[in-house]
Structure formats: structure tokens, C-alpha cells
């Protein structure tokens, strides 16, 4: 049975950091490559980045980037998001997704002061 847990989410002010968890099972996790998503309120659900099976190859969404960062283990079969100086607007549910399509049941970031 596949499955993908996010974690780590939480409440955090302005500024602040937050490092997300994606733990799996259920499927060979080092041949995949592994993609972050989030949803805001009232928005559609946006990419923001993925990593390749060996995590030689990160790409995350060019408005992010200087404050996110992917990781992964594979030994761990598990993904990181690591968010800093995190903004009100990144306020939203944070999914993963494996490569065949299957999702996790999210995590929620409220960033507020």
C-alpha cells in the first residue's frame, strides 16, 4: 500500500523557518522523483518543486527558490522542504506526490504575526 505522510507543518511568525517531512512506503521511493505542492485558501493547488530519484537535480518554482529548499533521503525513504524567512503568503496545505500520482494527505503552514 502506498503511502505518503507529510508532516512538520505548524504556526510560525514572519520570518520564521519551518523544515516539512514527507515519509513513504508502500513503493520504491529511490526511483522516484518526488514533487512538493501547496494549496492556498481559495486557490488552486501550485507546484513548488521537485527532485529527482538520486537528488543530484532540484528544481523549485523561481518565486521560491532563494527561500526554499528540497532535500531528500533515501535510506529514509523520506523528503524534506526546508522554508525560510517564511511570508504570510506562504500560508497554505503542503502536499508531496510520488511519481506515479500519489498523494499525501498534506500538512498545513499558517505563517502570521
Known amino acids: 500500500q502506498v503511502q505518503l505522510v507529510e508532516s512538520g507543518g505548524g504556526w510560525v511568525q514572519p520570518g520564521g523557518s519551518l523544515r516539512l517531512s514527507c515519509v513513504t512506503s508502500?513503493?520504491?521511493?529511490?526511483?522516484?522523483?518526488m514533487t512538493w505542492f501547496r494549496q492556498a485558501p481559495g486557490k488552486e493547488r501550485e507546484l513548488v518543486g521537485f527532485?529527482?530519484?538520486?537528488?543530484?537535480?532540484?528544481n523549485v518554482t523561481d518565486s521560491l527558490k532563494a527561500r526554499f529548499t528540497i532535500s531528500r533521503d533515501n535510506a529514509k525513504n523520506t523528503m524534506y522542504l526546508q522554508m525560510n524567512n517564511l511570508k504570510p503568503e506562504d500560508t497554505a496545505v503542503y502536499y508531496c506526490?510520488?511519481?506515479?500520482?500519489?498523494w499525501g494527505q498534506g500538512t498545513q503552514v499558517t505563517v502570521s504575526s
Open positions: 506526490r510520488n511519481a506515479f500520482g500519489s
Open positions: 508502500g513503493f520504491t521511493f529511490s526511483r522516484h522523483t
Open positions: 527532485i529527482l530519484n538520486t537528488g543530484e537535480y532540484v
